[in-house]
């Protein structure tokens, strides 16, 4: 039983981790699109502490107006993206708390879910990404695009959903060890 306990602690950090991701991710994108409305319709800016966005803009010279255009509308995607995946992260440790075990059928159900989404939500903002920075390198005619690469996120996507046919055949043992147990009892 002590490596349930293990299993247990390891899921209750990472149902609390999902969430701070979470929450962090969501006011990333709020910054995100924050810093866009300010702009695009703040003519002299927001002063904080004597210091607008756009005179850390103007200071630095090496991104304009329009690359940060893009390089918010991307942080907006990737952030609502995480959220997503966090969300599902954090319902499927709470279920596996629950459950009090991650052998259970709902469980590696959840898992294989997760490790899907995994795979798909980052490739799908890979894809709106690149369509946003096409969009404003074309507009604004910009040489230096954003690029965001994934490819880690497929890696663990597997291995989630490997984990959740290892945790089914767990539930299949169970299942069967219970059905032999009934057996024996009965005669």
């Not at 002590?2 to 929450?23: A, D, E, Y």
């Not at 630095?60 to 390089?71: E, F, L, N």
């Not at 994934?150 to 989630?160: C, D, E, K, N, R």
């Amino acid at each position: 039983m002590k490596t349930l306990n293990t299993i247990q602690t390891l899921s209750k950090i990472g149902k609390i981790f999902s969430k701070v991701l979470f929450i962090l991710c969501v006011i990333g994108g709020i910054f995100c699109l924050v810093g866009i409305l300010e702009i695009s319709f703040v003519h002299n800016g927001l002063k904080i502490g004597g210091v607008t966005i756009h005179s850390i803009i103007e200071q630095s010279g090496a991104i304009d107006k329009s690359t940060w255009y893009g390089v918010m509308a991307t942080g907006i995607v990737l952030c609502a993206g995480e959220a997503v995946l966090c969300k599902i992260a954090e319902m499927y440790f709470k279920n596996e708390l629950e459950a009090g075990t991650p052998f259970t059928f709902d469980g590696a159900k959840e898992l294989m879910r997760l490790g899907i989404f995994t795979i798909c939500i980052p490739l799908g903002t890979d894809i709106v990404v690149g369509i946003i920075s096409s969009v404003i390198g074309r507009a604004y005619q910009l040489t230096n695009v954003l690029d965001i690469n994934h490819s880690a996120q497929i890696g663990l996507g597997v291995m989630f959903i490997v984990t959740s046919l290892l945790c089914r055949y767990g539930a299949e043992i169970i299942q069967q060890h219970k059905g032999v147990q009934h057996e024996n009892s009965g005669s």
